[in-house]
């Protein structure tokens, strides 16, 4: 089965996070960093950043000014008790919807 290829880069987004320290901001910003830099050199990893939950990390985040939407695809392993987010299975996704007529 062909999947989608990568579309026009014609989407942007702005991300607004507050109730964050400046560790937080410290440790975001290098994260958004280390995405362009990959992205520039053409460099593949996973950046992980840890989301530490049942410590003082409780950010409230807006997306184009609304709270971010949960994308119903399965990103979890449970293999490595991780979320693993990659664009491929939103490439997938897209191309399952548009052989459907969703999109």
């Not at 880069?9 to 910003?29: N, Y």
């Not at 830099?37 to 409780?58: T, Y």
């Not at 990103?75 to 997938?92: H, L, M, P, Q």
């Amino acid at each position: 089965m062909e999947k989608i290829k990568p579309g026009p880069m014609d989407q942007e987004m702005t991300i607004t996070i507050r109730r964050i320290d400046k560790a937080h901001k410290k440790a975001l910003e290098e994260f958004f960093y280390q995405l362009q830099f990959l992205g520039n050199v053409g460099g593949s990893r996973w950046v992980d950043f840890f989301a530490d939950g049942d410590g003082n990390f409780s950010p409230e985040i807006a997306v184009d000014g609304v709270k971010p939407k949960h994308q119903d695809k399965n990103v979890w392993s449970e293999e490595k008790r991780e979320y693993r987010i990659d664009f491929e299975i939103y490439y997938n996704w897209l191309d399952d919807e548009i052989k459907v007529g969703n999109l």
